[in-house]
């Protein structure tokens, strides 16, 4: 399957669950390129689509497995036994597409947390300051997610609001009270600042990226932190400050195969 065809089943999956009145919203590398034409428009930043990633809310889990038989889908049933209070594994028959959903929170490297009211504020993915997060949360980061950020960052302006425009003031309230997700966040703006020369971007795109990725760090360095942040950061990165995202997912894939 291309990744046009893999675009082409998301927005068919997100159309379909509308109708239902299924609270679905996208994330990953996906989510970015709906709201980011850069990613695909500059050849410097296109890449190829594997999977879809989804987030939902309580109580609309209890839908999902409903949801998606009916519209083709096959429920890895062990992963979902396990696993399906916090995230759950659907796969497209014969195929190696698998749908994988995180509930209420996403967990990997560090941890998002999305109540309803803020996947109720964009009809197809998660908000983009999480959305950004999500990228910037994982500590091996690789090319495609350095991609993935910078289209993202090209594309939208940095404020104090939500829609199609990357939100401050909610990054900040998330990594304020997070030493570990502050350190991985600013690790990694740092980490794409110096591989900006690796993408062969124009000078003009080069410096609106460097503008914005300046304008993030200054912004979360100078916002007051909590006393459970500055408590943690006396023991600095003497200790792990983040968690290895489990193999589950990919054992329950290699099983089905």
Not at 38 to 67: H, I, Q, W
Not at 183 to 199: E, G, S, V, W
Request: charged content about 25%; proline content about 4%.
């Amino acid at each position: 399957m291309t990744s046009q065809d893999l675009i082409v089943r998301c927005k068919t999956i997100l159309t379909e669950a509308n109708k239902q009145n299924v609270l679905l919203r996208v994330i990953g590398g996906v989510a970015i390129y709906l709201h980011s034409p850069v990613a695909t428009s500059k050849p410097e930043l296109s890449r190829n689509y594997g999977d879809l990633d989804f987030v939902t809310a309580s109580p609309d889990d209890k839908k999902l497995r409903n949801f998606f038989e009916g519209i083709g889908y096959l429920p890895n049933a062990r992963f979902n036994a396990l696993y399906g209070k916090n995230r759950m594994l659907f796969f497209w028959p014969d195929s190696e597409i698998h749908i994988d959903i995180f509930i209420n929170r996403f967990r990997m490297c560090h941890t998002i947390d999305f109540p309803r009211s803020r996947l109720l504020i964009d009809s197809q993915t998660i908000p983009l300051a999480e959305l950004l997060l999500s990228k910037l949360q994982i500590v091996q980061i690789n090319p495609k997610d350095i991609k993935d950020i910078v289209a993202l960052l090209l594309e939208h302006e940095l404020g104090t609001a939500d829609r199609e425009m990357i939100n401050l003031e909610q990054i900040t309230k998330i990594v304020r009270n997070d030493w570990g997700f502050y350190t991985t966040i600013t690790l990694n703006l740092q980490k794409i600042k110096k591989h900006l020369i690796d993408l062969k971007l124009t000078n003009t795109d080069q410096i609106t990226i460097e503008n914005k990725v300046d304008t993030i760090l200054n912004h979360i360095q100078r916002t007051p932190k909590t006393l459970k942040w500055k408590i943690r950061n006396i023991f600095g990165t003497s200790i792990q400050w983040y968690e290895e995202p489990e193999d589950a997912v990919r054992e329950a894939i290699t099983e089905l195969k």
